[in-house]
């Protein structure tokens, strides 16, 4: 008993710190409203058939403090009209902006202590008939408000389960700070954790934070989450839902399109990371899981000396949109360093941070092998034999096959200076136009 009321004044404390002051709110709200009379003004000065709503969290009153903040609108077309992106351009002529790239664009305008991205979607009445995902964040929206509204009034149904919690969007709140700042939050490919609407959804399940992240830290193998109950049993969404949709360890159809795993981004890697997390709160509370974690390098770099550990920092630079893609590629050539590495070094730290941008920072923490096996031609490919003990003085046979024995006596920065000078076309093809070590 005594540990539950310690949890709930802990997360009484964090709820404090993470909602939005009513100034704050009323600031978001003042700009909301003055944009979207703006935009919709426009679009009946251009006789476009279009329609104006707010998404995010913002529409959801799920938004949790920030130090800058990001409002979600979108400009809902008729179908009749095709390319929706060139008209959002048009509507938004006499803004200053910036266009984001992606299977449609959208754009952002940058308000000092705002961020707005307006994004162009269609108006479609079967979600099946959507083009793109952001067609379905109307149904997003309108599925979570309507939720809200029934927790408030009285007790809900969410399939066979009853749920009593009036404060839920607290509850939702709670839970996008904790996956925020264990680094789990996010659909992104250099993150690939829960998305928003995900976290909304799971915390309308299971009907508060606390029942949440327990739950999910027991589960073991594939589970599916269906809210609405579209399928008889799991072997039923196995067997409708497309096969790209069923790589995520936790399927959670979507309740507003059946074909959809709102999870669908979510790793394998993340998940366990998730998992180790939430058992750690539950075993210990503390209002610092909810509190990001920032990489103390030069902690980490006196911890690696005590150890006797050759430390290096890394940071590399794409040419590629920044967001989503810049931080996919700076992750995948992080990824592709640490396999280099590991071939002459036992990593035993190594960390990876990307803010958006075009940079992202490596770091590593190794001790080099006192030696490595190079693997050489069959002893039959008589010519490669030549060739491999021209460049090898240390050989031996096995199995029809000859090796190397090679000494590591070189450091990380040595290595990694000479790797860059070799592969500066792989780096390149890689979209990575710098990397250096600081």
Not at 69 to 78: A, G, K, L, S
Not at 98 to 126: A, Q
Not at 412 to 438: A, D, G, H, P, Y
């Amino acid at each position: 008993m005594e540990k539950r009321e310690n949890i709930n004044l802990i997360l009484k404390g964090v709820l404090e710190k993470i909602s939005p002051s009513k100034s704050e709110l009323a600031a978001i709200k003042c700009i909301v409203d003055d944009f979207k009379k703006s935009v919709e003004k426009k679009i009946k000065e251009m006789k476009i058939d279009a329609e104006v709503f707010v998404g995010g969290s913002f529409a959801k009153k799920t938004i949790i403090r920030k130090d800058v903040y990001d409002i979600d609108f979108f400009i809902r077309f008729n179908g009749k009209h095709k390319d929706i992106s060139e008209l959002t351009r048009k509507i938004l002529a006499n803004y200053k902006k910036k266009e984001v790239k992606g299977s449609r664009n959208y754009f952002i305008i940058d308000k000092r202590d705002f961020f707005i991205e307006i994004v162009p979607v269609l108006k479609v009445g079967n979600p099946r008939k959507s083009e793109n995902v952001t067609d379905l964040s109307y149904s997003h929206v309108n599925y979570i408000r309507k939720k809200t509204r029934s927790f408030q009034v009285s007790l809900t149904k969410l399939g066979k389960k009853k749920i009593k919690n009036p404060k839920i969007l607290e509850e939702i709140k709670l839970a996008k700070a904790f996956c925020h700042a264990n680094g789990c939050y996010g659909a992104e490919s250099y993150i690939k954790g829960f998305s928003g609407y995900a976290i909304e959804l799971l915390v309308f399940h299971y009907g508060s934070f606390l029942s949440f992240i327990k739950a999910f830290g027991k589960i073991q193998g594939k589970s599916v989450i269906d809210i609405e109950k579209h399928y008889k049993n799991k072997n039923e969404v196995f067997m409708d839902m497309n096969a790209s949709k069923l790589h995520s360890p936790v399927i959670l159809v979507d309740p507003t399109f059946k074909g959809r795993n709102a999870l669908a981004a979510l790793s394998y890697e993340t998940f366990e990371k998730f998992k180790k997390i939430c058992k750690k709160f539950l075993k210990n509370p503390s209002e610092k899981f909810f509190e990001e974690k920032k990489l103390d390098l030069e902690k980490i770099k006196r911890k690696a000396k005590d150890k006797k550990l050759d430390f290096i920092l890394l940071e590399s630079e794409t040419d590629r949109q920044e967001g989503d893609i810049a931080g996919t590629k700076l992750l995948k050539f992080y990824n592709h360093i640490t396999s280099e590495l590991d071939k002459y070094f036992d990593v035993k730290s190594r960390g990876f941070e990307y803010k958006n941008g075009k940079i992202a920072r490596y770091y590593f923490a190794a001790k080099r092998k006192k030696e490595i096996i190079l693997n050489g031609p069959m002893i039959k490919q008589e010519e490669n034999v030549k060739d491999f003990k021209k460049k090898h003085k240390n050989i031996f046979y096995k199995s029809g096959k000859i090796y190397a024995r090679e000494k590591v006596n070189f450091s990380l920065k040595e290595f990694l200076k000479n790797w860059e000078k070799k592969n500066r076309k792989q780096i390149r093809e890689m979209s990575v136009t710098e990397m250096k070590i600081i």
